[in-house]
């Protein structure tokens, strides 16, 4: 309505009959427009009516303040307004604000340097150290604190190769927080997590860590029910990597795409993959360029026992047993997995006696890490010990 040619024209005459006749017109009656104005209501008809005029600044004010006129209305009636700034000062006001901003982060991110990449790195792996410890539960706010940290610095780097190696960083830290989300059963956030260390990796124009994270990403669709298509996903990643990743990332694929298959029941496929992930598992336990990727031949043996064990094969325990032995008592969430799987196997090997304790230290070690995706396993387990039992 201030807008209109007719309005405008109204306010720069300071005719004050015509805008209570505006003000009428939009449905305030002469005792809410006196009430309003403090002119009363007899004194407002005498305007409508051409009686009486307005001359006196002070009373112009009190028209202007109690209709609410903006402040660019105010200034056509020839007031100040109430703000102190002309039109348009608070677009200028906020553009300007925006550009400090923009150039404090510039300033900022222009500080990190190979050095700071190197403490963020460290701080990443610290992280990944204390997750398979302690659990993502213990350590959210300090993971929500370095993915944004990261985050910030790399979206306002500006030099090439500062920016990659941030990018680079953003992907395996984003996939951590995937991870931790997924062991949480917070699927949605998990999602959101390697979507951006997709991007990032993309960026950071890194094959290997590319299909790392897009290989935990069908995770999320194993654990959604979905693994028909998590197996797709794998085979692809699989397909298209292959000749661009280490060997050690290789077998990573392989196995993932052989727990898929055995979730479909396909053991024919389930077989094949894990003969493919064995034949090029390097000796060692890891890869210094991957400090996101730990499997040696006992996490494989971990890895091999949990798939066979969906078909009943005889030597899933002896499997899970040798896994077992070379865990190294860092990996307490593994481990929960590890002694969850061998009471499942003992259990349908009918061997209830020596099920329990696995399944109770299982059960420890999941409370321990917060780990509701084992739990709710564990919980299934514990559920079959009672119904062999009688209970």
């Given at each position: 309505m201030w807008d209109r040619d007719e309005t405008r024209e109204i306010l720069k005459n300071r005719d004050i009959a015509a805008l209570f006749g505006i003000a009428r017109k939009y449905g305030a009656s002469q005792v809410r427009i006196g009430t309003a104005t403090g002119l009363g209501q007899p004194r407002v008809n005498k305007i409508l009516n051409g009686g009486n005029t307005v001359k006196e600044l002070a009373v112009i004010e009190r028209i202007a303040a109690g209709l609410r006129l903006p402040d660019h209305a105010r200034i056509l009636l020839g007031l100040a307004p109430l703000n102190g700034a002309a039109p348009g000062d608070d677009h200028d006001k906020e553009h300007e604000q925006q550009a400090r901003e923009l150039a404090d982060l510039l300033n900022?991110?222009?500080?990190?340097?190979?050095?700071?990449v190197m403490i963020l790195r460290t701080d990443t792996n610290n992280l990944r150290l204390l997750d398979r410890r302690l659990g993502g539960a213990a350590i959210a706010d300090k993971m929500r604190a370095q993915i944004s940290q990261i985050r910030r610095a790399h979206r306002h780097a500006i030099r090439p190769g500062i920016r990659t190696e941030l990018a680079h960083l953003l992907a395996e830290t984003a996939s951590l927080a995937g991870w931790q989300a997924i062991n949480a059963l917070a699927l949605n956030d998990a999602w959101h997590h390697y979507e951006q260390a997709k991007a990032a990796a993309h960026e950071a124009d890194d094959p290997a860590v590319?299909?790392?994270?897009?290989?935990?990403?069908?995770?999320?669709?194993?654990?959604?029910?979905r693994p028909?298509?998590?197996?797709?996903?794998?085979?692809?990643?699989?397909?298209?990597?292959?000749?661009r990743v280490p060997a050690r990332l290789r077998t990573w694929l392989a196995s993932a795409e052989a727990e898929a298959a055995a979730i479909l029941g396909d053991e024919t496929a389930c077989r094949r993959a894990l003969d493919q992930a064995a034949a090029v598992l390097p000796e060692g336990d890891?890869?210094?360029?991957?400090?996101?990727?730990?499997?040696?031949?006992h996490h494989f043996a971990r890895w091999r026992g949990s798939c066979l064990l969906h078909f009943g094969d005889p030597g899933t325990v002896e499997d899970l047993r040798s896994?077992?032995?070379g865990m190294d008592g860092t990996y307490n969430r593994a481990e929960a997995g590890v002694r969850c799987d061998l009471g499942h196997a003992l259990l349908a090997a009918g061997d209830l006696e020596a099920a329990q304790p696995h399944i109770h230290r299982a059960q420890q070690l999941a409370a321990m890490t917060?780990?509701?995706?084992?739990?709710?396993?564990?919980?299934?387990?514990v559920k079959a010990v009672n119904r062999a039992l009688g209970r």
């Open positions: 900022s991110a222009a500080t990190i340097d190979p050095t700071m590319l299909a790392y994270v897009s290989g935990e990403q069908a995770y999320v669709l194993m654990d959604l029910g028909a298509e998590a197996a797709e996903l794998l085979q692809y990643i699989h397909a298209t990597h292959r000749d890891s890869d210094p360029e991957m400090p996101y990727l730990s499997i040696n031949a896994a077992l032995a917060g780990c509701r995706r084992q739990r709710r396993r564990i919980d299934e387990l």
